[in-house]
């Protein structure tokens, strides 16, 4: 089990935590919750029990659910691009 801090949630694999869209550009998907089964450069992919929803990360604010019981709400455009290339970019920004 992959532990999750709030600090350096922007980091990690976000596939397998629980979510719900507090605020997107689309109303469609406000208060939409669901676990996140894919991750693209720009996209979420929620599984809400019936169907598979895309979330554009860059346009949405998000609250997630850690599996240690906290919840953190984050900007979606703190999350874009891929988990790899999201600790890329934090490293550099250490440097």
Do not use: C
């Amino acid at each position: 089990m992959m532990l999750y801090y709030p600090k350096r949630l922007t980091i990690r694999p976000l596939i397998g935590l629980s979510t719900t869209v507090m605020q997107s550009t689309n109303p469609s998907l406000n208060r939409l919750t669901g676990r996140i089964i894919d991750e693209t450069h720009g996209m979420l992919t929620l599984f809400d029990g019936l169907h598979h929803r895309h979330i554009p990360k860059a346009t949405s604010t998000f609250k997630l659910f850690l599996l240690n019981g906290e919840t953190v709400q984050i900007d979606g455009n703190s999350l874009l691009g891929h988990p790899a290339e999201r600790l890329r970019r934090a490293k550099k920004l250490r440097w």
